[in-house]
């Protein structure tokens, strides 16, 4: 099992930036490729970014690459979102979650941190 609890979420304006962080905790950290997914009221669960175990390759959805940036610390066991630049259309539940290494699924998910984003 691998705990995941997401942090940073909260309101701010067009243009600005946020960063969130997920803190895993349980399983080896670094066993895990790690994602953040959003999702907005009345819409479905959408990818945002990945990143592999070793911090080596990292993937986004059209809507943010270029804006936001995917990191994790295996020392400190946590992944981070940094979010820049961001658009009233980036308002969501954003949840991070792990994927074990060699499987397309990823199988713990977060509570999820609300970020708010007013125009």
């Known amino acids: 099992q691998v705990q995941l609890e997401e942090s940073g979420g909260g309101l701010v304006q067009a243009g600005g930036s946020l960063r969130l962080s997920c803190a895993a905790s349980g399983r080896t950290f670094s066993n895990y490729a790690m994602g953040w997914f959003r999702q907005a009221p009345g819409k479905e669960r959408e990818f945002v970014a990945g990143?592999?175990?070793?911090?080596?390759?990292?993937s986004y959805s059209g809507s943010v690459k270029g804006r936001f940036i995917i990191s994790r610390d295996n020392a400190k066991n946590t992944v981070y979102l940094q979010m820049n630049s961001l658009k009233p259309e980036d308002t969501a539940v954003y949840y991070c979650a792990a994927r074990p290494w060699g499987s397309a699924k990823y199988n713990y998910w977060g509570q999820g941190t609300q970020v708010a984003v007013s125009s």
């Open positions: 990143i592999n175990r070793s911090d080596a390759s990292t």
